[in-house]
């Protein structure tokens, strides 16, 4: 359902009153840069988290690396 020109005054009158004048750019940029560093992150190397997942494998024989449990189990 689209979202008309009065729901979105209301919305932005909320966010004026929720955060202040003030820290609403300093939100905006923050959020700018989540989006363009995740956005940099996927488009980086596609093939990179499958290799680092076959190194890792590798590395301790395909078995998933657990810390010892040292309770005794029931």
Request: aromatic fraction near 4%.
């Amino acid at each position: 359902m689209p979202m008309g020109g009065t729901e979105l005054l209301i919305i932005l009158a909320i966010i004026l009153l929720f955060f202040g004048a003030k820290r609403i750019p300093e939100l905006a940029r923050s959020l700018g840069r989540g989006t363009r560093e995740f956005r940099e992150g996927i488009s980086e190397d596609p093939d990179r988290g499958e290799a680092e997942a076959r190194r890792l494998d590798e590395g301790d024989g395909g078995k998933p690396s657990l810390p010892p449990n040292n309770e005794r189990d029931l």
